[in-house]
């Protein structure tokens, strides 16, 4: 199937936004952005697509004009769906391309967003299929949320920096892309997961190497699902806060996702 990608213009348009938002996220009405305020954001510069299968909407994207701290214009991507029979299709990436496309044609060098880095299918999205990289970790960025997916749980957040002219974004943009060469050392992993799907961490005092390792759970839905499934949560935020704000406070990016059948982790390489 052949879907179609563009810039969202009429209110009717954004209302169905408004569907999709309580759809993929089970969403409170008090939590949707409303269509009125996407139509000021758009107005303000910004950039609201859909992804379409006929007439049909099946995903969109949501970004506005950024200012980051170092003076720099981005444009900050806060929202991007694609719906539950729709996934696994190309329409995610298909949509991030657009967004990308539009962007470049406005002048932009980056996009920036945020996500949950417990969450494997996204950040092997983000990282390995788009050529992300992860820049900094935020503790709890939205406090609690209220959908479906992340009610009860802190909601940390790992943002990542979307560099579009980039030479691995390209790469990436072109196909399938190659994995950053690194050799996989068991003493890299300074944090694992453990039998019982704790986290186990083993980070020196000292970053010093070129590069580490970060496991996470492949299905944190079924460590949640365990009688112990809230404790298990917080020690995964406890000991992500810990190793990722210790790696970018020492000039380290999460450049790369490993995933497999059984295991998946992130690459941490010292840029600077």
């Known amino acids: 199937m052949s879907y179609t990608f563009r810039a969202l213009e009429t209110q009717e348009e954004l209302e169905r936004v408004e569907h999709l938002q309580a759809q993929v996220w089970s969403m409170e009405d008090r939590s949707i952005v409303p269509f009125q305020m996407m139509m000021v954001i758009q107005y303000c510069g910004g950039l609201i697509s859909g992804a379409f299968a006929g007439d049909d909407m099946v995903g969109f994207t ?6 980051h701290s170092s003076g720099d214009w981005r444009l900050w991507s806060h929202m991007a769906a694609v719906r539950h029979d729709y996934r696994k299709r190309g329409v995610g ?12 044609q406005q002048g932009y060098d980056t996009i920036a967003w945020t996500f949950d880095p417990l969450q494997r299918v996204n950040a092997n999205f983000n990282l390995r299929r788009l050529g992300a990289v992860g820049i900094h970790y935020w503790e ?6 209220r959908d479906g997916i992340n009610q009860g749980m802190p909601s940390d957040r790992l943002e990542v920096s979307w560099r579009l002219s980039s030479a691995r974004v390209v790469d990436h943009a072109d ?19 453990g039998e019982a799907l704790q986290p186990i961490v083993n980070a020196p005092d000292k970053l010093s190497e070129l590069c580490y390792f970060v496991e996470i759970p492949p299905d944190i839905a079924a460590v949640r699902d365990r009688p112990n499934g809230d404790a298990l ?40």
Request: aromatic residues 14%; charged residues 25%; glycine residues 4%.
């Open 140 to 145: 709890n960025r939205y406090g609690e949320m």
């Open 93 to 104: 990436f298909g949509l991030k391309s657009h967004q990308r496309r539009w962007a470049l």
């Open 233 to 272: 949560i917080m020690a995964w935020r406890a000991a992500h806060r810990q190793i990722f704000t210790a790696a970018f406070a020492h000039g380290y990016e999460a450049v790369d996702f490993v995933n497999s059948d059984t295991r998946c982790w992130y690459v941490l390489y010292r840029v600077r």
């Open 175 to 193: 196909g399938d892309p190659m994995p950053v060469l690194v050799e996989t050392k068991d003493d890299r992993f300074i944090l694992r997961v």
């Open 62 to 67: 949501l970004a506005l004009p950024a200012r």
